[in-house]
């Protein structure tokens, strides 16, 4: 099952990979995507599991204290996928465009 939170797909959305967060402090991570995004104009995170938080925060810095008022989230997409041994693991994909 996937929910979308912001219904309006991007037409250049599928044009990119996600950068998928893993071990990583999240600071280092968000300032990493910060260099990515002032070149592209538009950067998607995705986390899974555990690391489902650590993607929210990201964004959060992204958008809310490095590049405040320059930045915006345009879709966040909550779904899930099976594991091979039949479990399922929670993912969340963030879309980030560059404003100004």
Do not use: H
Not at 20 to 43: F, R
Not at 63 to 77: A, D, F, H, M
């Amino acid at each position: 099952m996937m929910i979308d939170i912001n219904s309006r797909e991007s037409a250049n959305s599928s044009n990119q990979t996600p950068f998928l967060v893993g071990d990583e402090s999240v600071m280092k991570l968000a300032l990493d995507l910060v260099d990515i995004i002032q070149n592209t104009g538009k950067i998607i995170i995705k986390g899974k599991g555990e690391r489902c938080a650590n993607t929210v925060s990201i964004a959060n810095i992204i958008t809310e204290n490095i590049l405040k008022g320059n930045s915006k989230t345009e879709r966040i997409t909550l779904d899930s996928d099976m594991l091979d041994d039949g479990q399922m693991i929670s993912t969340i994909e963030i879309v980030i465009l560059k404003i100004n």
